[in-house]
């Protein structure tokens, strides 16, 4: 039998064996979950009591057992603290009337990484308040699913939520008003809505109390948005933050933002901006009505730092499609005294609120199909922008960081989507916003090291327009690493862009993990790479479905200049000196400050590594939707399964070090592409070996 015919035999053998590992690869790909899918899969870590006729939502006694749990179970990354009492805890007589609540303490949890270099005060803060309104059952459950999220992301290694945790803490208040919780979960038909306190002299069974979200020291009492009616649902109560409930939250709010930033004179001080470098980001979540809402709430008109709050809620906007609650856009009419004024007016943070789905006691299927995933997104993206909310929402967005394969031995090929315009573009009926269509100017990706803690040594590359040039607001951006120069185990890619205003936008984090072992491969066999994809429940996508992959804060350094050799680029290494040859500037990260640079050291350069070049709540009418039987288990969410697929590189020496590069995507278009390249090998190598026979 001639040498031909065999290699014609085995060579269709091989490509039927190939063809049977593609298939397979990609029959896992299809079986992987979404992002959306990933966040309200259900993976049941443990019971908690539930409100009757709606099993997707936790009941007062089973929130306060799940933080309880959360704290004892990850000490280093949940901390859980009480800042007060409600008014029936305090004022509770021991007549053990269980027709009102027997009174509760109420509770603030913090979601942060601890094993970080960071102090407290070096780090970006949310505080997230749900529950302030009893009647309303969604808001307490997605913040609940949020935290979920977040520490199942940070167990499992996302990238992007390690990177959030490690820049942030996230402060969460799940119920603010615990006594009318407990009189709207065990008497629906009430309704309740407002505390308990019954001093205002409201003589009217079940429309006693006060609403909180008309208590806060700011305009408290002006009549365009709240009600000095005892019994109205927008009674003011007697005094300005008169209630317990309203002094917990603004006590804990003065521990967590800057005391540098709040107002003396807040009234005097309503049309003066408070600028792009202010840290902080508070959320107020209600229901019902799909809007998102934003200062001024107490009267039709702009804040004084309207461009950055139209941006971010925008953005938000891009993951919900909800509608915007603020002047210019949708007013539906004032709100004085509440929660979201008074942190920007007096605490001096950005300050948002969303008003979820169309129902106070929102059905389950609803709940976690809609209401569920979008939002969890737009929690996400907010945690990513808390350390420099108004300057960061104004910067572009990276999407989809995809890694693949290059045709250079031992090298891989990372790109992205940037953009300027396309979440705060992307509101219909409106024109384009102020803050988007500026040209990206610069993209740089750094290994092993978050931009905002940059230092000499560090190792960062510009990414490259594939078009050639840096001419638009939307770009697609390149760079080719070479994964000889990384040590085994796992590495994080961050990436960042800049525009021509000079705003840098939120960071995109992913993780590659890189496996090594010493083998002796005769020179006539490729070097195998294994390339498998490190999944995250945050990947970013233009998807408005899928969560955006962003980090935190604002820069404290700025982005490195590459150093050009003749064919290859070299990976750029900070370096605190000025350099007199630097002849290429970038705005720095605030616009206001003078750039300043950071040079290659190339004493420094690993010898193998180089590169190419390269975004009130308002009484609404009361539903007819008592809870009725309706079944949905409490959902965390799971990491997804990795993925692998593999490939061949071109011939290497005789002796080399073997990669097993493990990445995580949800690019199929790469996982094909990677059989088309493995068939091929498959065939060049079994001829190859016959014929050297």
Known sequence: MSCRYRCSRLLWLALVLTIVSCQGILHELDKRPTNAQRQTQTVTTASYDTIKGRSCYRSIEGMNQFMTDLAATYPDLVTMETIGESYMKKNRSADNNTNVSPGYNIYALNITAANTARQSSEKGKLLLTSGIHAREYTPTELLARFIDMLIDGYNNDDAQIVSILQHNEIHTIIHVNPDGRYMAENFPNTYWRKNLNPTGGCNIDGFYGVDINRNFDFLWGDKSGASKDPCSDEYHGTGPNSEVETQAVVEYAKKLFPESQRRSDPEKQMDEALGDDIMGMYIDIHSTGEYIYYPWGHRDQVSPDDDAYSAIARKMSYFNGYDLWASGYDFLY??????SDYMYAVMGVSSMGLELGFNFYENCDTFEKDILPSNLSVLLYAASIAGRPFSLAKGPDVFD??????????????TAEVSDAVMVNSFDGEPDHQTGGHDIVKVVLY????????????????????????????????????????????????VQAMDSDGYLGPVTSVSIEVEKEETIVPSTYPTPVLITVLPTITSQSLNPTTPLKLATEEPSGNHSTTSPSPNLSQPSITNSEPSTNLTTTYPSPNPSQSPSH?????????????????????????????????????????????????????????????????????????AVVSCLRLMTTTCALTCLMLYSN
Do not use: C
């Open 598 to 670: 950071t040079t290659p050291s190339p004493t420094l350069l690993p010898e193998t590594f180089s590169t190419l070049s390269t975004a009130n709540s308002p009484i609404t009418p009361i539903p007819s939707d008592i809870p009725t039987d309706d079944s949905s288990p409490l959902s965390t969410n799971s990491p997804a399964a990795i993925l692998q697929t593999s490939n061949n590189i071109p011939l290497q020496p005789t002796i080399t070090t073997s990669e097993d590069i493990r990445i995580r995507t949800n690019n199929s278009a790469s």
């Open 334 to 339: 004032p709100v004085s005294g509440d929660s």
């Open 401 to 414: 960081v995809v890694i693949d394969y290059s045709d250079i031995d031992g090298e891989i090929i990372v």
């Open 447 to 494: 290994l092993d090291v978050h931009p905002d803690d940059l230092k000499n040594g560090d190792l960062t590359w510009e990414m490259s327009p594939l078009d050639g040039e840096f001419d638009s607001s939307e770009e697609m951006v390149k760079v080719l690493l070479s994964t000889r120069g990384i040590s085994s185990g796992r590495h994080s890619l961050h």
